[in-house]
T-cell receptor
């Protein structure tokens, strides 16, 4: 079974803190993604990576950065957390070949910034 | 640009009713993939189906069925004889076919099935 794990299910941070959200997949997938999910807005792509050390901006990258030093790990960084970054964050991964594989999601991290 | 529209935001039905969740998409690609995901209250997205743009056959899996119509750019999802366990948020998504393509999601439909 493919497994995508995220470091925390729930996280509470203070405004201005640097926040790291970690995502690890165990299936040697090339592509990894970070989304945020807000009520009424669905899932919005923050960043994605199609290889180690490669990254591309998604639809809402402002206020975030990412790191992919190893193939299995993709980190989302909030350089200075703000209250409008309170959200559910979902990590996903998949191989290159969309013909054969879907995107697999982690359980999510519900981040609250106070 | 790609776009997925799920016009229904919330649907409430009584158990055993049939319910259809609508999905309309926009893309300029000739080859693309469509998906449905389910997000139960636990939060983790569960893959339900993938359909490529060249396969317009409808699909049935138990109580679930999908109707793909390229002519109307729609990929609708029907649950027959709904059950309380079907209560979840359902997302339709679209992707181009390239190796580095990303999924574009609709805003989701919250389905509540009452006993």
């Amino acid at each position: 079974d493919v497994k995508v794990t995220q470091s925390s299910r729930y996280l509470v941070k203070r405004t201005g803190e640097k926040v790291f959200l970690e995502c690890v997949q165990d299936m040697d997938h090339e592509n990894m993604f970070w989304y945020r999910q807000d009520p009424g807005l669905g899932l919005r792509l923050i960043y994605f990576s199609y290889d180690v050390k490669m990254k591309e901006k998604g639809d809402i990258p402002e206020g975030y950065s990412v790191s992919r030093e190893k193939k299995e790990r993709f980190s989302l960084i909030l350089e200075s957390a703000s209250t409008n970054q309170t959200s559910m964050y979902l990590c996903a991964s998949r191989p290159y070949d969309l013909k054969l594989y879907e995107q697999y999601f982690g359980p999510g991290t519900r981040l609250t910034v106070t | 640009a790609q776009k997925v529209t799920q016009a229904q935001t919330e649907i409430s039905v009584v158990e055993k009713e049939d319910v259809t969740l609508d999905c309309v998409y926009e893309t300029r690609d000739t080859t693309y993939y469509l998906f449905w995901y389910k997000q139960p209250p636990s939060g983790e997205l569960v893959f339900l189906i993938r359909r490529n743009s060249f396969d317009e056959q409808n699909e049935i899996s138990g109580r679930y069925s999908w109707n793909f119509q390229k002519s109307t750019s729609s990929f609708n999802f029907t649950i027959t004889a709904s059950q309380v366990v079907d209560s979840a948020v359902y997302f339709c998504a679209l992707s181009a076919s390239g190796a580095n393509s990303k999924l574009t999601f609709g805003k989701g439909i919250t389905l509540s099935v009452r006993p």
